[in-house]
């Protein structure tokens, strides 16, 4: 069974990252670009050629730059969860989905999109710190339950290490010597 693959429907098909970046600062600009993406090489002496010399070097930036391509520029419905997990060179759209005109971005929208990852990011790791806490609490109660047994392996512990270390210190004479120095 052959499963022919049809890539030509991606707008990134046949686009070199240098002609995708001079679309996308055509008709955006640097400004705009950093609001929405917060890739240093859009904000620190913005070029193409060094946003190109970077992005070729970073993945996940080149992969940012080319879903912002994507999404906000051709204005291509978002991808399924499935071709999602994928890089936008890989992902294939659909036949009945055709590029729009590019989205209305402004550096307003822009804030309010910053702010509400921001309140997002915040929920998210407050979660994961309760999450985190309730295993340590739930792990602590284990341990609790177990404390008398534990305390009688931490003696017995005790007692073998000091048999043996006496032990040791009759067949050499050197075994306890910073034990003997101390008194």
């Known amino acids: 069974m052959n499963i022919e693959i049809n890539y030509k429907n991606n707008p990134l098909n046949g686009v070199g990252l240098k002609n995708l970046l ?34 070729k070097k970073t ?13 906000e520029f051709k204005n291509l419905p978002k991808a399924s969860s499935e071709q999602f997990e994928l890089p936008p060179r890989n992902r294939i759209i659909p036949n009945d989905q055709a590029p729009g005109l590019p989205a209305e971005l402004s550096l307003e929208a822009a804030e309010q999109l910053r702010e509400k990852r921001a309140v ?35 003696d017995n ?20 010597w910073k034990n003997k120095s101390s008194h």
Do not use: M
């Not at 679309?23 to 670009?33: A, M, Q, R, S, T």
């Not at 993945?59 to 999404?71: N, Q, S, T």
């Not at 979660?127 to 305390?151: F, I, L, M, P, V």
């Open 22 to 55: 001079i679309e996308i600062v055509g008709h955006y600009d640097f400004e705009i670009l950093f609001a929405y993406l917060n890739i240093n090489c859009f904000k620190t002496n913005p070029s193409i050629e060094s946003s190109v010399k970077f992005l």
């Open 59 to 71: 993945d996940w930036a080149r992969e940012k730059v080319e879903a912002f391509y994507l999404y």
């Open 120 to 154: 997002k990011s915040a929920a998210w790791e407050l979660n994961a710190r309760y999450r985190s806490d309730n295993n340590a609490s739930t792990h602590r109660n284990k341990s609790s339950s177990g404390c008398e047994n534990n305390q009688s392996e931490r």
């Open 157 to 176: 512990l005790k007692s073998s290490k000091s048999t043996s270390s006496s032990s040791q210190s009759e067949n050499d004479p050197w075994a306890g």
